[in-house]
């Protein structure tokens, strides 16, 4: 059973930066692209970042391009995300994801405010 597990949140001023781990079981990890993805109250969730299965490729949204940065480590079934110059505005519930044999698959989040 496919099985996404984040920590890493919390609470940090504007400026600040925050790592979010993401363990994963039940299917083979290093087979399959990974995602992070956030949710803000009131809003849809949204795309923040993909990468491949080998972490040679990756993408961002615009909006966190050049201050976040994702990265795997198959041997440990983990994917991260870095986040630097964190703002306000990126205060959401962050979420990883897989697309494993036609389903999407969800951790349960992890929360990042950015509050002064």
């Known amino acids: 059973q496919v099985q996404l597990v984040e920590s890493g949140g919390g609470l940090v001023q504007p400026g600040g930066s925050l790592r979010l781990s993401c363990a994963a079981s039940g299917f083979t990890f290093s087979l399959y692209d990974m995602s992070w993805y956030r949710q803000a109250p009131g809003k849809e969730r949204e795309l923040v970042a993909g990468i491949s299965t080998t972490g040679g490729s990756t993408n961002y949204a615009d909006s966190v391009k050049g201050r976040f940065t994702i990265s795997r480590d198959n041997a440990r079934n983990t994917v991260y995300l870095q986040m630097n110059s964190l703002k306000p505005e990126d205060t959401a519930v962050y979420f990883c994801?897989?697309?494993?044999?036609?389903?999407?698959?969800w951790g349960q989040g992890t929360q990042v405010t950015v509050s002064s």
């Open positions: 994801s897989v697309y494993h044999r036609g389903n999407r698959y």
